[in-house]
């Protein structure tokens, strides 16, 4: 009788075992299928809260995820939003001088400083102070120099949906070095273009600066180099206008008294280009290091020779450029007007007479005097 109980409950759980396997099939199907047809339960789904979104200063890896796991970026989100969300930002169209100009679907409160550094910012020859904003068939330029440097936010506004940011060329750049906060390149717009007004943006003076030396300003007339001075003074400085291109440099404390030939690889904001599928200048011969050296439009043959380093038995007297096509020219050191090119190949000969070829050749000399009578002397 106990066995045949024992029989029945086990016939009963896997009976009521097999009821609940059916149920929870029913459960999963009429769930498949409604979310096949659209009458998926939305009740639970939240989009993200506003504090969640990026704001001014926060990375846009916040956005959408951990910021160590994954970093969001704007454009791959699709412009009609993600599947089964509505749109999460504005459609932001960023052209002109920068990095990558494209459309982009960037969250609200998102301003323009924000949409230029998402389009990987402006080019070094995009203007940052004459950024124009297109809303709606107006047109409005803001300068985002001064927001930089002052946190001006009137000059950093809000975008809305389908705004147009179009970073357009620099029209008159300079460049500052020397002690001063924020050295660089600078562009200058309006009326004021005094030297004072560009030491202002770059922050003004640092504690090096030497008060007492001369402004120094590298200045292109009419192909030539010049150098101005101009007195550090508060007179001066606002009374002298810049020029577009101008090159200033501030003296330091820990440089006075030194020469300099003010010599510059580039002007700002500008592209140098030397039409040369080889840029090396090659230097061989009697030299501690022969080789190729990138070449310097103000390096002169010595200069390079002196990088090399000549050795003793050189003859600079001798020393001749190799033209790529194979033509010579020769006793290059005398001729002050030659300018090296790239590609040429600077020999610098050995003497032909030298104290230790002396020393060989007095020692060939006599063992072979010394060689010949002692054969004369047997043979005789």
Known sequence: MVRKGNKMRKVFSGFFFVLVLFYSAGLWAQGFAGQALGKRD?????LPAQSQLPSLGTKP??????????????????????????????????????????????????RIAEAIGFAGGATKTGSKRTVELRRKQQIKRYDLIKFELEGDLSNNPFL???DIILVPFAEKNVEIF?????????????????LSNLIEMSGGFTAGVDLLESIKIIRYIESKKEVLS??????????????NGDIIIIPHVLGRGRDYD??????????????????????????????????????????????SGPQKEANKHAVYILKPDGTRIRRILSNKKYNVSPGDTIVVPERAFRSDNFIKWYSTI????????TIYQLTK
């Open 42 to 46: 939305l009740s639970a789904f939240q």
């Open 61 to 110: 890896s916040n956005f959408l995820g951990d910021q160590n796991k994954a970093v969001f970026n704007p454009s791959q989100i699709p412009l009609g939003g993600m599947s089964g969300i509505p749109d999460l930002g504005y459609q932001i169209h960023v052209l002109g001088n920068v990095v990558l100009p494209g459309t982009y679907r960037l969250p609200p409160s998102t």
């Open 160 to 162: 809305l949906d389908n």
């Open 178 to 194: 020397g002690p001063v906060k924020h050295p660089g390149v600078f562009e200058m717009v309006g009326k004021d273009r005094s």
């Open 230 to 243: 101009v007195m550090n003074s508060a007179s001066e400085l606002s009374r002298f206008e810049l020029e």
């Open 262 to 307: 003010y010599n510059v690889s580039s002007l700002p904001a500008d592209n140098v280009f030397y039409p040369s599928y080889n840029n090396n200048v090659y230097v061989v011969g009697a030299v501690a290091l022969p080789g190729s050296f990138a070449f310097n439009s103000h390096y002169s043959v010595q200069d390079f020779m002196n990088m």
């Open 366 to 373: 006599t063992s072979s005097i010394i060689s010949g009578f």
